[in-house]
């Protein structure tokens, strides 16, 4: 279970999101994607899917071309989108429960994302009155439905408190082990606690890939290098 990005390219109009990209994201470890804002970290992360066409290269996950099957992998992936649509006037439960119709998988997967990113306590209540961290937990929650080999994940972490960020890791590191899983981030800790590599994207190119040894140099080591 990897993902296999070759030379890649895409731009909107005259502006170029990712510029002749070559990476491997491995699976059985969680993967890192800094860049500022506009590197193209999203942009990659929705040609990975299959929601959005590369102009140039290819992408392959679990060695199926997503242009060529882009649902046969979207079978096998769960994806945390950036802004995190959601049917607001729906309950939690409920609306896990047309996610899990969605993919067809036993209804019993949704009493099991709830337990994983603990919403037990708010699975009755209507998405539109929760706090921005539970909407996040249930976008999460949605995207592990199909109990996916792939996970993506565009800034899973935002608008979490403290606990919530301490519960959310401890999933993350719980369901990498037999996942490819790759999240973008602007937090250095993030990657400090959960990642075994890092890639850097600046203007859709690579500048550097970090390896777990790296990594533990800490989150200050990571701001230098991001500072560059």
Same mark, same amino acid.
């Given at each position: 279970?990897?993902?296999?990005?070759?030379?890649?390219?895409?731009?909107?109009?005259?502006?170029?999101?990712?510029?002749?990209?070559?990476?491997?994201?491995?699976?059985?470890?969680?993967?890192?994607?800094?860049?500022?804002?506009?590197?193209?970290?999203?942009?990659?992360?929705?040609?990975?899917?299959?929601?959005?066409?590369?102009?140039?290269?290819?992408?392959?996950?679990?060695?199926?071309?997503?242009?060529?099957?882009?649902?046969?992998?979207?079978?096998?992936?769960?994806?945390?989108?950036?802004?995190?649509?959601?049917?607001?006037?729906?309950?939690?439960?409920?609306?896990?429960?047309?996610?899990?119709?969605?993919?067809?998988?036993?209804?019993?997967?949704?009493?099991?994302?709830i337990?994983?990113?603990?919403?037990?306590?708010?699975?009755?209540?209507?998405?539109?009155?929760?706090?921005?961290?539970?909407?996040?937990?249930?976008?999460?929650?949605?995207?592990?439905?199909?109990?996916?080999?792939?996970?993506? #994940?565009? =800034?899973?972490?935002?608008?979490?408190?403290?606990?919530? /960020?301490? &519960? @959310?890791? !401890?999933?993350?590191?719980?369901?990498?082990?037999?996942?490819?899983?790759?999240?973008?981030?602007?937090?250095?800790?993030?990657?400090?606690?959960?990642?075994?590599?890092?890639?850097?994207?600046?203007?859709?190119?690579?500048?550097?890939? #970090?390896? =777990?040894?790296?990594?533990q140099?800490?989150?200050?080591? /990571?701001? &230098? @290098?991001? !500072?560059k």
């Amino acid at each position: 279970m990897s993902i296999i990005v070759t030379n890649l390219s895409k731009s909107y109009g005259k502006q170029k999101a990712l510029d002749n990209l070559s990476i491997e994201i491995k699976s059985g470890q969680i993967t890192g994607l800094l860049g500022p804002n506009g590197a193209g970290k999203s942009t990659l992360m929705k040609i990975i899917t299959g929601s959005l066409l590369p102009d140039e290269g290819m992408v392959e996950v679990n060695g199926v071309n997503v242009a060529d099957q882009p649902l046969k992998v979207q079978q096998s992936l769960g994806y945390l989108p950036e802004h995190n649509p959601q049917y607001l006037e729906l309950y939690v439960k409920e609306y896990l429960a047309y996610v899990a119709s969605i993919y067809k998988v036993e209804k019993s997967a949704v009493d099991r994302v709830i337990e994983q990113t603990v919403l037990g306590p708010e699975q009755h209540k209507k998405i539109g009155s929760l706090s921005k961290g539970y909407r996040q937990r249930v976008g999460l929650a949605a995207a592990l439905i199909p109990d996916p080999e792939v996970l993506i #994940l565009d =800034e899973p972490t935002t608008g979490l408190d403290p606990a919530q /960020l301490i &519960e @959310i890791r !401890a999933l993350l590191k719980n369901i990498a082990s037999n996942k490819t899983v790759l999240f973008s981030t602007h937090i250095m800790q993030e990657v400090v606690e959960l990642c075994s590599s890092c890639i850097f994207l600046e203007g859709g190119e690579l500048k550097q890939v #970090l390896t =777990e040894t790296e990594i533990q140099k800490g989150s200050k080591h /990571l701001e &230098e @290098i991001f !500072a560059k």
